[in-house]
């Protein structure tokens, strides 16, 4: 691909959306593979940390090609496996710990932008988990008095009732809202590009259209080249099987999204999202919205996975999956009614066996891992690249000793099964919902998609 405006509305919207093509280096102190944003903010901290250190990022295709440029725009304070470390009364003041961390990570993005003037649309106007059922809002009502209980604030986490929901947005479905404001809406690829400039102004190399086929201590297998590295990084999230030898350790799980034209003021009165707020509908068959800077609506919806992990360049805007998520935002939200959607793409997302983060670094192999972040990887990726540079540099942090580090998955199952189990897990996902939406809790289907999908 030469211009990659087909990736995305994010990519689409860009000045330039080319690739840069420069000279392969033939040695490195840290070699990073993957230009997304976890790659590019372990290079941008260690640059900070250690200037004169030789950093370089090598990505397949363009900066942001991947998820960073693809995925809904929501830079969020939290991440999978948070909730289960918080209700445990063992190791809840870890969760504790890790949650702090996240909310002000969210921060550090902005101030980093700020300083390094990133114009990513960055607005925190904090999330709305509308409950689209009456057993999702007791669940929600529920977990909102937890976290208070247990010491965050009214301010950071709170239950708004119907009324005061739909004067924040108006869905189909409302049943109340849990509130949070540890979010921002950005535009993604806004985010990631600013990024790589920066760590270019700081002495990274930063080295498109070179795919990393293998590596091993001490050395990459490039497209363009061998690159000897003192320390390698990789950064893949859902490409990680594209890397000889690292086959299952993460599933390519598909998002599919859609954008409308930028609408009128009064329209979005209709709406609602005044705050530029993020949402979804707390069904377990995941959905997603925010609203753009140029007044569109972006929404999606998680879609599914290609047997073998397929990974595809580019979804069409007129694939199934993409319309099937645009059907989902009209019946969802009445009001854009009649409004254009001018985009749909789809982008993946690298899911870990155990459904959590994971950052890894071994002093004996010099190599080491980060990401697995199920979809919440635009803010949860900051604070992973802060915790890698720690390690890669050899320090011992607060960032260190968090839950994240070295808690290594196992390998997914081969196929059939990791095919068969996706498709088990998203139809009790879909009978789950589908049982809570007709006013009664669903203890069978929930249970099954409970057990199976963690």
């Not at 976890?38 to 940390?49: E, I, M, Q, V």
């Not at 976290?147 to 189909?172: H, M, N, P, T």
Request: net charge neutral.
């Amino acid at each position: 691909m030469d211009d990659y405006r087909q990736i995305s509305f994010w990519f689409d919207s860009l000045e330039d959306a080319t690739a840069e093509v420069t000279a392969l280096p033939e040695t490195v102190d840290v070699a990073i593979i993957g230009g997304g944003f976890t790659g590019l903010w372990t290079a941008y901290y260690l640059k900070k940390k250690s200037p004169d250190l030789r950093v370089g990022v090598f990505e397949a295709e363009t900066i942001g090609f991947g998820a960073s440029g693809r995925n809904g725009g929501w830079c969020m304070g939290a991440a999978e496996g948070v909730g289960d470390l918080l209700s445990k009364e063992k190791t809840r003041q870890e969760g504790i710990r890790l949650q702090n961390i996240l909310h002000d990570t969210v921060d550090e993005i902005d101030r980093v932008c700020q300083a390094e003037g990133i114009d990513c649309h960055f607005v925190k106007g904090g999330t709305l988990y509308v409950a689209g059922t009456k057993e999702v809002a007791r669940q929600h009502q529920e977990w909102m008095k937890f976290l208070q209980e247990i010491g965050f604030s009214e301010d950071e986490y709170c239950w708004l009732g119907v009324d005061e929901s739909a004067k924040r947005i108006r869905l189909s479905r409302n049943y109340g809202a849990a509130y949070t404001s540890h979010c921002a809406a950005v535009h993604p690829a806004r985010l990631v590009r600013g990024l790589a400039d920066a760590v270019r102004k700081l002495g990274v190399e930063v080295v498109e259209k070179c795919p990393v086929f293998e590596y091993q201590t001490g050395q990459l297998q490039t497209g363009r080249g061998t690159v000897t590295a003192e320390k390698i990084v990789r950064a893949t999230e859902g490409y990680t099987d594209s890397i000889r030898g690292n086959s299952r350790y993460l599933m390519p799980l598909y998002s599919m999204v859609v954008a409308t034209e930028p609408m009128s003021e009064s329209r979005w009165q209709e709406i609602g999202l005044a705050e530029r707020e993020t949402f979804d509908d707390g069904r377990r068959a995941v959905v997603y919205g925010q609203r753009t800077r140029d007044n569109r609506l972006v929404f999606g919806g998680r879609s599914g996975y290609y047997f073998g992990s397929k990974r595809k360049p580019v979804i069409s805007p007129d694939a199934v999956a993409v319309q099937n998520v645009a059907n989902e935002m009209r019946k969802l939200i009445p009001a854009v009614s009649g409004i254009e959607i001018t985009h749909g793409w789809g982008g993946l997302m690298g899911v870990p066996r155990h459904w959590r983060p994971c950052v890894s670094y071994s002093n004996i192999s010099r190599t080491g891992w980060a990401g697995g972040y199920t979809g919440e990887g635009v803010g949860a990726s900051n604070l992973a690249g802060r915790m890698m540079s720690d390690l890669v540099l050899g320090e011992q942090t607060d960032l260190t000793t968090l839950p994240w580090v070295d808690d290594q998955p196992r390998r997914w199952e081969p196929e059939p099964i990791r095919w068969l189990g996706h498709k088990m897990v998203a139809f009790f996902a879909h009978q789950a919902d589908k049982v809570e939406a007709a006013g009664q809790k669903s203890r069978f289907w929930g249970g099954l998609f409970d057990r199976l999908a963690h």
